[in-house]
């Protein structure tokens, strides 16, 4: 064999070692993510960069083309990369337990589902539950917890692809400790609510939620209300409130909202802000108004909001609230009762009653879509407007709003017609507005085909993304994608989560801008949106090229009095 010269040898020796150092120094990654414009969550401009993964977290955000490898890489090239999406008011409480895929959510890049508007799924004692399993509806599942961090806890330990969080309601605080009845608690019984809101602090319930418009909570003052935020206050938490009223008194209810902000020196935020009724639009920009001089203060009060023209309740909310205080089971008696139904009917047709109609408020009946019935006999019915189905039977409204509420034995799920387009896009240009869908998470499969829904249940995020900021271009995309990322996660203080940055949670979205896309209508609400195209929810793949890859790796996301048990290091 012949010898190089001792020059040669040398030569290629150094350009081994050379090169095997090269490939030394090149990074290896779980999960790389090239060629993406990243979008990092506060709302900055988007910048050209790879990001990095390892197991759960985000570990760097690299120069775009720089040398790394990884176990999996995903070519973003035109499309967005993003913190994960906060839905910041979910009702997936339900349909996660049966589906923890929560597809139609998943498919619009949400990762973090927020629970807890006035009813929260604990604490529940036995009377509670027993109740809770007599409602049940289309989706029946046993209640093996008692508590609200033992619910979250069985979520994660059932398997869900979004991460979940929760508030306590005040709602089921309020049925715990006095039941369901029309009064007030004593100087007791109020310390014991207040115990059960810390308790849920510490179980990890980002503070309280309220529902105010609804009995048993139409029943509570304000200071109740002070006490069981101040409660949440003492570790942080605070406090979010569908409030008394969104239509003739909604600037009164602002008011409450504001002045318990002031009491607790915490978060106060407005769900699903709205100006009900069109006699009522005018009052949005006053609400705007006062958020605004509230903040100025230095108070910190924000608001969430749906993207859409028409709420979504039960049809019980065109029922006045003292024929339901008591439950459910006490509501039937009395709608049986003669002389109390021609009460209510009276009351139903009276539009200067002190309680707030949502019919009424909607204009007309044709403006009440009927979409969610327990009674099978009633399905068929499913997607009418009321005006239709009292015609068909030939009974005046009101007696036929009483008349399927018997019938069905439940609340009936309505959408009502109240909001003003243009309303919708002023409260969306607030900076201080994230999204809530104030829906479920399903599929249009299985037990969900039983029911329709509101199109937000499908399409909340895209048209936000897809209609008002790229099409109406009411702001930037970076601002739409921080309203979903950084603004919930700072308000709520959700740490190291929607953020793009080293140390972050591995909750990522690609998708496109130009096609985001919301298919959801009142007539056909079962369609995907469409323009996502890969979601990782802690580092796993749940999304890919648009489909749901069966994942399900969501963790409890604790908030800011949670006391870890013994053993369990924080997330």
């Given at each position: 064999?012949?010898?190089?010269p001792?020059?040669?040898?040398?030569?290629?020796?150094?350009a081994?070692s050379?090169?095997?150092?090269?490939?030394?120094?090149?990074?290896?990654?779980?999960l790389?993510i090239?060629?993406?414009?990243?979008?990092?969550?506060?709302?900055?401009?988007p910048?050209?960069l790879?990001?990095a993964v390892?197991?759960?977290?985000?570990?760097?955000?690299?120069?775009?083309?720089?040398?790394?490898?990884?176990?999996?890489?995903v070519?973003?090239?035109?499309?967005?990369v993003?913190?994960?999406?906060i839905?910041?008011?979910?009702?997936?409480?339900?349909?996660?337990?049966?589906?923890g895929?929560g597809?139609?959510?998943t498919k619009?890049?949400?990762?973090?589902?927020?629970?807890?508007?006035?009813?929260?799924?604990?604490?529940?004692n036995a009377?509670?539950?027993?109740?809770?399993?007599?409602?049940?509806?289309d989706i029946?599942?046993?209640?093996?917890?008692?508590?609200?961090?033992?619910?979250l806890?069985f979520?994660?330990?059932?398997g869900?692809t979004?991460?979940?969080?929760?508030?306590?309601?005040a709602?089921?605080?309020r049925?715990?400790?006095l039941?369901?009845?029309?009064?007030?608690?004593d100087?007791?019984q109020?310390?014991?609510?207040?115990?059960?809101?810390?308790?849920?602090?510490?179980?990890?319930?980002?503070?309280?939620g309220?529902?105010?418009i609804?009995?048993?909570?139409?029943?509570?003052?304000?200071?109740?209300l002070?006490?069981?935020?101040?409660?949440?206050?003492?570790?942080?938490?605070?406090?979010?409130?569908?409030m008394r009223?969104?239509?003739?008194?909604?600037?009164e209810?602002?008011?409450e909202?504001?002045?318990i902000?002031?009491?607790?020196?915490?978060?106060?935020e407005?769900?699903?802000?709205?100006?009900?009724?069109?006699?009522?639009?005018?009052k949005?920009?006053?609400?705007?108004a006062?958020?605004?001089?509230?903040?100025a203060e230095?108070?910190?009060?924000?608001?969430?909001?749906?993207a859409?023209?028409?709420?979504?309740?039960g049809?019980?909310?065109?029922?006045?609230?003292w024929?339901?205080?008591?439950?459910?089971d006490a509501?039937?008696?009395?709608l049986?009762?003669p002389a109390?139904?021609?009460?209510?009917?009276?009351e139903?047709?009276?539009p200067?009653?002190?309680?707030?109609?949502l019919?009424?408020?909607?204009?007309?009946?044709?403006?009440?879509?009927?979409?969610?019935?327990?009674?099978?006999?009633?399905?068929?019915?499913?997607?009418?407007?009321?005006?239709?189905?009292?015609r068909?039977?030939?009974?005046?409204?009101?007696?036929t709003?009483?008349?399927?509420?018997?019938e069905?034995d439940?609340?009936?799920?309505?959408?009502?017609?109240?909001?003003?387009?243009?309303?919708?896009?002023?409260g969306?240009k607030?900076?201080?507005?994230?999204?809530?869908?104030d829906?479920?998470?399903?599929?249009p499969?299985?037990?969900?085909?039983?029911?329709?829904?509101?199109?937000?249940?499908?399409?909340?995020?895209?048209?936000?993304?897809?209609?008002?900021?790229?099409?109406r271009?009411?702001m930037?995309?970076?601002?739409?994608?921080?309203?979903?990322?950084?603004?919930?996660?700072a308000?709520?203080?959700?740490t190291?989560r929607?953020?793009?940055?080293?140390?972050?949670?591995?909750?990522?979205?690609?998708?496109?801008p130009?096609a985001?896309?919301?298919?959801?209508?009142?007539d056909?609400?079962q369609q995907?949106?469409?323009?996502?195209?890969?979601?990782?929810?802690?580092g796993?793949?749940?999304?890919r090229?648009g489909?749901?890859?069966?994942?399900?790796?969501?963790?409890?996301v604790?908030?800011?009095?949670w006391?870890?048990?013994?053993?369990?290091?924080?997330?």
């Amino acid at each position: 064999m012949p010898r190089l010269p001792l020059t040669l040898l040398a030569l290629a020796l150094a350009a081994s070692s050379t090169a095997h150092a090269g490939e030394a120094s090149v990074p290896r990654y779980d999960l790389l993510i090239r060629n993406g414009l990243v979008y990092d969550g506060t709302g900055a401009a988007p910048r050209a960069l790879d990001v990095a993964v390892n197991a759960d977290r985000i570990v760097a955000l690299l120069p775009a083309g720089q040398p790394a490898t990884a176990g999996h890489v995903v070519d973003a090239r035109g499309r967005a990369v993003s913190p994960g999406f906060i839905n910041t008011l979910s009702w997936a409480t339900e349909s996660l337990i049966v589906d923890g895929r929560g597809v139609s959510d998943t498919k619009q890049g949400v990762t973090l589902e927020i629970f807890g508007e006035g009813w929260s799924m604990g604490p529940v004692n036995a009377r509670m539950k027993a109740d809770a399993l007599k409602q049940q509806g289309d989706i029946r599942y046993d209640i093996p917890w008692s508590t609200l961090g033992g619910y979250l806890d069985f979520l994660e330990k059932r398997g869900v692809t979004p991460n979940v969080a929760s508030f306590i309601g005040a709602t089921t605080v309020r049925i715990q400790t006095l039941g369901e009845d029309d009064i007030t608690p004593d100087a007791g019984q109020l310390r014991q609510m207040q115990d059960v809101v810390r308790q849920g602090m510490r179980e990890g319930a980002l503070g309280v939620g309220s529902s105010l418009i609804y009995p048993p909570a139409s029943f509570a003052d304000t200071p109740e209300l002070i006490a069981l935020a101040q409660a949440a206050a003492e570790s942080g938490g605070g406090y979010v409130s569908h409030m008394r009223s969104e239509a003739d008194r909604f600037l009164e209810s602002l008011d409450e909202t504001i002045a318990i902000a002031r009491a607790t020196g915490q978060r106060a935020e407005v769900y699903h802000l709205k100006a009900a009724g069109e006699k009522n639009w005018p009052k949005m920009g006053q609400a705007i108004a006062r958020i605004e001089a509230a903040r100025a203060e230095g108070l910190k009060v924000s608001a969430n909001m749906y993207a859409y023209t028409a709420g979504g309740t039960g049809l019980t909310a065109s029922l006045p609230p003292w024929v339901q205080a008591g439950g459910h089971d006490a509501m039937m008696q009395r709608l049986r009762d003669p002389a109390i139904r021609a009460r209510v009917v009276a009351e139903m047709r009276d539009p200067g009653v002190a309680w707030e109609n949502l019919r009424l408020l909607a204009g007309s009946d044709e403006r009440l879509v009927l979409i969610d019935f327990k009674n099978p006999a009633l399905k068929p019915l499913t997607g009418r407007t009321l005006a239709s189905v009292a015609r068909e039977r030939g009974t005046p409204v009101e007696d036929t709003v009483i008349d399927l509420v018997l019938e069905d034995d439940y609340r009936i799920g309505t959408a009502y017609f109240l909001m003003s387009e243009e309303n919708v896009e002023l409260g969306l240009k607030q900076p201080w507005v994230s999204l809530g869908s104030d829906a479920e998470s399903s599929a249009p499969e299985g037990v969900f085909l039983k029911s329709s829904t509101h199109p937000r249940a499908y399409g909340n995020v895209a048209r936000f993304l897809g209609h008002y900021v790229r099409d109406r271009r009411l702001m930037s995309l970076e601002e739409g994608i921080h309203r979903l990322t950084g603004l919930p996660a700072a308000n709520w203080k959700l740490t190291d989560r929607g953020c793009l940055r080293p140390g972050c949670h591995a909750d990522i979205v690609v998708f496109d801008p130009v096609a985001i896309t919301d298919h959801a209508t009142y007539d056909k609400p079962q369609q995907y949106a469409t323009g996502v195209d890969e979601v990782f929810v802690n580092g796993v793949q749940v999304l890919r090229a648009g489909e749901h890859t069966g994942a399900t790796p969501g963790r409890v996301v604790r908030g800011p009095g949670w006391v870890a048990p013994a053993g369990q290091a924080p997330d």
